[in-house]
C-alpha cells in the first residue's frame, strides 16, 4: 500500500509563480490594477475571444451574466443537474425557474436533442456545461438558441484549453471559466467572463465593481478614478493583482498540464481497460482538443457488490484520494424538497450520479502514482 496520500487533485505552482506573487506583495498594489489588466489580455488572446473580464470566481461570472441579462421571477433557465451547484443556486437567488435537461450517459454533456423539449416560451437562456475537459458539441446548441432567440453562456469551469472543431472554448459566444485551485490552471480562487457580445462584456465590467462606470484601477489615475459613481448598483467581483499574478503564469503552462493530464489519462485508459466493474466517459464523437480536467469513471455496483461511496471509502484507507463530480444538484436536500422531481425524470443523470468517481489526476502525478491508483481499485474490487 502507498505511505502517503495521493489527493485525486493538486495545483501545480512554480517557484517563478511564487517569486510573481511575491512581487506584487511587496509593489504597493495588491488588488485589481495593471496584473490583471495584463493577464485578461493574454486569456482573451489564448481563447481568440472577443473580450474578457477577470473575476474572483465562476460563480461570481455567473451571478454577473444573470443580472446582466436581466433574469428573474417568471423566466426559465435550461442547464444539465449534472453539474455544479452554483449555477442552480443562482438561477433560484434571481428568482428564476431552473429547467433541467439530462444528458448523455456516456460523456455527461447535453445536445441539442435533449434541449429542445425543455424549452418554452419562459426559457430565456441554456447553461451547457463541458464536462471533465471536454466539449459540449455546440454547433447545434447554437442553431437550437439562434432559432428560438435564447441566451447561450457555456459553463467552462473544465474547458481552459479545450478546443472544439478546431476553436478555442470561449473563442466563440459567452464562455465562463474558473481558476478554482482543482481545475486546469488557478489563481486560488477565480474565474473568467469570455464574450464576443460587446454590450454584455461592457454590462459584466461594470456590474462587476459596484456598478460604478470605471474600472477597479484606472492606469491614470494609477488606483481607482475617485469621481466614479454608480451607474446601477453592482456587485463586487473584481480579480486582485496577487491573484492575476499567478494567473499569468499559469495560463503560460496550460498547454504543458494538458499535455501531461493527456499522457496520464491515457495511461489510465490501458491500465483500466482489463478492470470490468469500471466504466471510463467515452471519447465524444466529434472534433475536438479534451483538456482532461477530470479522469470520471462510473463503477458498476451490480457486478462490483459495493456502493460508490464504500468503493471511495476504501480507496481512501489506501490512501488514495477520490472526487463525486457531481451529485446531481435536483437530489440534493433544497432542490428535492422544493422542486420535488419524481425519481427517474433524468434517468442518465441519475443513473451516473449514483456511480460516477473522480480518480486522482493533476500534472505532478507519475505514472507509478496511476499504478498504485489501479492496484488499489484491483483490491478493492477483489473482495
Ligand atoms: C468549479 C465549477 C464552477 C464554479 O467555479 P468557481 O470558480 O468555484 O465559482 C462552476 N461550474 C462547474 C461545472 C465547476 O466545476
Redesign the pocket.
Known sequence: MRKDFLPFSRPSISEEEIAAVDEVLRSGWITTGPKTAGFEEMFHRYCGAGGAVALS??????DLLLAALDIGPGDEVVTPSM??V??VNLIVRHGATPVFADVDRDTLMVNAELLKPCLSEFTRLIVP?H?AGAAVDMGPIRRLAADNRIHLAE?A??AAGTEYRGEKIGRRGTA?F???P??NMTTG???MFCSDAPALLDRVRRLKFHGLGVDAYDRRQQGRSPQAEVLEPGYKYNMTDIAAALGTGQLGRLDSFIARRTELAQYYLERLATVDELLPLAMPAWEQRHAWHLFIVRLDIDRAGISRNSFMAELQKKNIGTGI??RAVHEQKYYRETLKLPPGILPATEWNSERICSLPLFPAMTMDDVDDVVAAIKEVLVR
Open positions: 470566481s465562476a460563480t461570481g461570472g455567473m453539474t455544479w452554483s449555477t456545461v464536462f459553463d469551469a473544465h465562463i474558473s481558476f478554482h482543482i481545475k480562487e477565480g474565474g463530480h457531481f
